[in-house]
């Protein structure tokens, strides 16, 4: 049986853009996207999918029983906007002050409930299953962790994980279909230099944080480049940020705060950069006098697609489009947690490109200009679709 989920997907477009403008207009933050859930269930209702609501705090799970036996395929979209004040001129800008979505998830629950819509009507053809789940606060807020906490990973235990982001670092037209480790690992630290405060005009009476914290950020930036084996993967290590715990012009603080972010492609070289930051801390403090209070947090880990999974995926792919646009290189230093979903289950993490310099749309993601070519939405939903058919339906 040939299905051309390319002409399906087209079929749709002025729903999905309808749908994706709506979402657009009343974003809400991780774990308040409640009226975003709310929609998200009544589609899949409509439907006819078996649905959980409130799975991981504000998250939506749809059931698509196929007729026969066979594999769970989850399919993950995530929900949540971003604080950013919206600055586009489009007529479906942002009805909220200082909410955006700023990343694409309007667009990512749009793909994945025209996905839904098209595979209903294939309940006949489907072995198996497909298990669609609509996470919350993915910005940062943990909220693949809820979901997991709350069983979307049992009853039944998915047997390939699913997921896309349309991305702007591509044009559209462009996919990107890389094996392995696609996005890093991302942790965050805070050094507190202690030293010993007093009068700026007698430095002698004191132990100067400042001074030390000016080596401090010159050493952790010699990390990478010089501590770091290569072999161990891309790493990069930025300090984001500075603050003495006085405003006066004229005291010398008692001490003085640097936090930053590293992100890394592997576990275990996570774990090396956090020896390395607590040690290079510890001895440039204690060579001028002062203490290093180090704490560090790892938020996610690296978005690994399985090869296996990702070789299936890239040949679902082309019957939608062409070789020439599955590209196998990409990756990027952004983390994303569906990384959670990956460890646990074999899966495939896409790259979906939808930048266009002749309409304009060159803005990054979190960017309060960003937006997407919607002609993403119903190839994303022709590349989804055929993805998960490849598991679950006897495509010829
Ligand atoms: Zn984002
Ligand atoms: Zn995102």
Not at 289 to 301: D, F, M, P, R, S
Not at 375 to 392: C, G, K, R, T, Y
Request: hydrophobic letters at 45%.
């Amino acid at each position: 049986m040939a299905i051309d989920f390319r002409v399906l997907a087209a079929e749709l477009r002025d729903e999905l853009v309808i749908r994706r403008r709506d979402f657009h207009m009343y974003p809400e933050l991780g774990f308040e996207e409640f009226r975003t859930s709310g929609l998200v269930a009544d589609e899949l209702r409509k439907l006819g999918l078996e649905v959980q609501t409130q799975v991981g705090r504000t998250g939506v799970v749809g059931m698509l029983e196929g007729e026969h036996d066979g594999p769970t395929v989850l399919v993950r979209a995530d929900m949540d906007a971003l604080p950013i004040q919206e600055l586009n001129t489009v007529d479906y800008i942002s009805r909220v002050g200082g909410k955006m979505h700023a990343c694409g998830h309007d667009a990512h629950m749009t793909i994945a409930l025209g996905v839904a819509k098209i595979l209903s009507r294939f309940r006949a053809d489907i072995h198996g299953r497909v298990k669609f789940v609509f996470q919350p606060g993915e910005e940062g807020h943990g909220g693949a962790l809820e979901m997991i906490k709350d069983g979307i990973l049992k009853n039944p235990v998915p047997d390939v994980v699913l997921g896309l982001h349309v991305w702007a670092e591509l044009p559209i037209g462009t996919i990107g279909v890389a094996s392995g480790a696609v996005m890093s690992g991302s942790s965050v630290f805070r050094i507190v230099v202690e030293g010993k405060g007093g009068h700026a005009a007698m430095p002698y009476t004191t132990v100067d944080p400042v001074v030390c914290t000016g080596e401090l950020i010159m050493a952790l930036n010699t990390i990478v480049g010089r501590k770091m084996n290569a072999m161990d993967g891309a790493v990069v290590l930025s300090v984001t940020g500075v603050r003495t715990s006085s405003d006066a012009f004229n005291v010398i603080p008692q001490s003085v705060e640097i936090k930053g972010t590293f992100r890394t492609f592997n576990a275990y070289t996570s774990e090396i950069m956090e020896q390395h930051i607590r040690s290079v801390s510890t001895s440039v403090c204690a060579s001028v006098g002062c203490e290093a209070k180090v704490t560090i947090k790892h938020l996610n880990i690296p978005v690994v697609n399985d090869v296996r999974v990702a070789k299936r995926v890239r040949k679902a792919m082309k019957q939608v489009v062409k070789a020439s646009a599955l590209d196998q290189t990409v990756r990027t230093m952004a983390s994303e947690d569906v990384s959670f979903l990956l460890e646990q289950i074999p899966g495939m993490y896409f790259f979906v490109g939808m930048s266009n310099k002749a309409k304009g749309i060159i803005y990054g993601h979190h960017h309060p200009r960003f937006n997407i070519d919607e002609d993403v939405l119903p190839l994303s939903v022709a590349l989804m679709s055929a993805s998960v058919a490849e598991f679950v339906m006897q495509v010829k």
